[in-house]
C-alpha cells in the first residue's frame, strides 16, 4: 500500500512539476520577424551578394554539396545564420537511419570562399548518454536556433527504447557560434513517459524573447504541437492538429496574432495527398484545422519562409506518390497564387527502381531577400543551394507578369464571348 501511495505522490508531483502551476506567463504575441529569430549585427560585406555589374545581370543560384563525413548514410540538415554572416548546417551520419553509430555534424559555410569547413561531431550516442544520464539507442532530427542572449541552441531527438515513435527532445547551447557546446539537458515535454516529441522545423520567436518549438507525435496520435520554451524549460504547450495525419508542422508567422502552419501529411489511403493547414489568430494559444493548401504531398517534409517582398517559398516533394522530384515554388503576395519557379531535382523519366531520394529540404534566409537550402540527396549526400535575392525578387515578377497576362487575356475574351 506504501509503495501504491509513493508511486501516486510521484506521478501527482511530476504533473505539478510539469504545468508550473503558480509561474507560468503570460503568452506573449508572436515577433513579427520574417527571416531571424534574434537581430543579428552581421556585416553588411559578409553577406553573400552577387558581383555588381555593368549590365546588371540577375545572379544564377550556386550549388554545392556539404562535406563528406565518410559515412554512406546522411540525412535531415538543417541551418543557421552565424553573426559574422556565415552558415553553420547539422544533419547526421551513419552507416543507417537510426543506427547506434549515428553522430550529430556540423559544417560552417564561408559566403566570401562559398566553401564548407570540414566536419565535426556535435553529438553522438554516447556522448548523449553521458550527458543525459540515460540509456540512448539512437539519435537524430537537429535543429539549430537562436536565444534572446545571442546563444546557438541545438535541439535533436533521442530514443532510448522503440523506434522514432519514442522520441524525446534534448537540447545544447554554444556561447561561440558552435565551436564548443554544453553537455546536454532534456525537455520535460509531457509529466509522465515524455515520449514521442519530435522536431523537424525552424523555431519561431514569442515577443517576450521565449521560442515557440514546432513539435510533432507519431505514438498513439500523429500530430503538431507548438512548444513554448524558456532556454531549456518547456513552460507551456497547445496542440496544433489532432487525429493521425498531420505531422512536422512548418509555422508561418503573418503578424502578432496571425499564423499559419503547414504539415506534412500523414494521411491514410484514399485520402486527399496535399498540404494540411492549421491556423492561430491568438498567437498559437489555440489552433484550428483550416482547408488543404492545394499542392501535392507524399507524405514528406515541407520547408519555406516568407521574404521580405512579402512572398512566401516553399520546397516540396509537389507529387502524390514517392519523393524523386523536389521543387522550389513561390507564392505571389498580390493574388496568393502558387507558381514552380525551379524544378530542383525530377527523376520522374527514370524507371521506379532508378529513382533518387530528394528529401528533407531546410531553408533559412541571411538578408530577407535571399535564401539558402539544404536537403537529403539519395541518402548519400547533403546539397546546398543558395538563391540570390535579385534572382527570387525576378522570379516574382515574371510570376505577377504571368498572372497579369492571364487575367487580362480572361478580361478581353467576355467580350467576345457576349458577342457569340
Known sequence: MSRVLALCFLLLAAVFGFLHIDSRPVWAPFATSTHSTVDLEIEEESILKPKASSKAAIPAPQAAWLPDTGAPSVHAASLIALKDGAIRSFWFAGSREGAADVSIYSSVYDPKSAHWSAPTVVMDRISAERGLLRYIAKLGNPVPTRLADGKLQLLFVTVSIGGWAGSSISAVTSDD????????????????????????????????????????????????????????????????????????????????????????????????????????????????????????????????????????????????????????????????????????????????????????????????????????????????????????????????????????????????????
Open 177 to 420: 557560434e558552435g565551436l564548443t557546446w554544453s553537455n546536454p539537458q532534456r525537455f520535460i515535454t509531457s509529466p509522465f513517459l515524455n515520449l514521442s516529441t519530435l522536431v523537424k522545423s525552424r523555431a519561431i520567436q514569442f515577443a517576450d524573447g521565449r521560442l515557440g518549438i514546432p513539435a510533432y507525435h507519431e505514438w498513439i496520435g500523429r500530430f503538431g504541437e507548438l512548444i513554448r520554451v524558456d532556454a531549456d524549460r518547456v513552460i507551456d504547450k497547445r496542440r496544433m492538429s489532432s487525429g493521425r495525419s498531420a505531422i512536422q508542422p512548418l509555422v508561418f508567422v503573418n503578424d502578432a496574432q496571425d499564423a499559419s502552419a503547414y504539415f506534412r501529411q500523414a494521411r491514410s489511403a484514399g485520402l486527399p495527398k496535399q498540404i494540411l493547414v492549421s491556423r492561430t489568430q491568438n498567437a498559437g494559444q489555440s489552433w484550428e484545422i483550416v482547408e488543404d493548401l492545394a499542392i501535392a504531398n507524399p507524405n514528406s517534409a515541407v520547408t519555406g519562409l516568407i521574404l521580405k517582398s512579402g512572398a512566401r517559398i516553399l520546397v516540396l516533394n509537389n507529387i502524390e506518390a514517392g519523393r524523386y522530384r523536389l521543387a522550389l515554388i513561390m507564392n505571389d503576395p498580390q493574388s496568393g497564387q502558387w507558381r514552380t519557379i525551379e524544378l530542383l531535382e525530377n527523376d520522374e523519366a527514370l524507371p521506379d527502381a532508378q529513382r533518387k531520394e530528394f528529401s528533407y529540404p531546410y531553408l533559412i534566409t541571411v538578408d530577407g531577400d535571399d535564401a539558402h537550402l539544404v536537403y537529403t540527396w539519395d541518402r548519400k549526400k547533403i546539397c546546398h543551394r543558395y538563391f540570390p535575392g535579385p534572382w527570387l525578387q525576378h522570379s516574382l515578377s515574371e510570376i505577377q507578369s504571368q498572372i497579369q497576362a492571364h487575367t487580362q487575356a480572361k478580361e478581353a475574351d467576355v467580350p467576345n464571348q457576349e458577342a457569340r
